[in-house]
């Protein structure tokens, strides 16, 4: 990987390559907690991570580790998550698009 500043630096967490604004990650390493980043990142698009977490009603903090996908959710803020997004729980969790 070329070396990088600021955003662009990437850290290697849980075997996956995790970017705070951008997710990538080994297609063959698929888990939960990146798919749940790749989908939050996809609809937080450029809004802050403050602005998003406090539409979704969660502390940044919190938004912040599931994006760079170091926690998993509970099934209980995978729920109210869903619902601030206005989508099914399962849209969510659904390997991304290709």
């Known amino acids: 990987m070329k070396k990088s500043t600021g955003k662009d630096i990437a850290e290697k967490k849980g075997g996956r390559q995790v970017k705070s604004s951008h997710i990538c990650y080994d297609q063959t390493r698929?888990?939960?907690e990146a798919r749940v980043a790749v989908y939050l990142i996809s609809k937080k698009g450029e809004k802050s991570l403050g602005v998003?977490?406090?539409?979704?009603?969660?502390?940044?903090?919190?938004?912040?580790?599931?994006?760079?996908?170091?926690?998993?959710?509970?099934?209980?803020?995978?729920?109210?998550?869903?619902?601030?997004?206005?989508?099914?729980?399962?849209?969510?969790?659904?390997?991304p698009k290709k």
């Open 52 to 95: 998003f977490a406090a539409e979704l009603g969660i502390p940044k903090m919190t938004l912040s580790r599931y994006l760079d996908a170091e926690i998993s959710m509970s099934l209980s803020m995978l729920d109210k998550i869903a619902k601030a997004l206005g989508v099914k729980p399962t849209s969510i969790l659904a390997p």
């Open 30 to 32: 698929d888990s939960l």
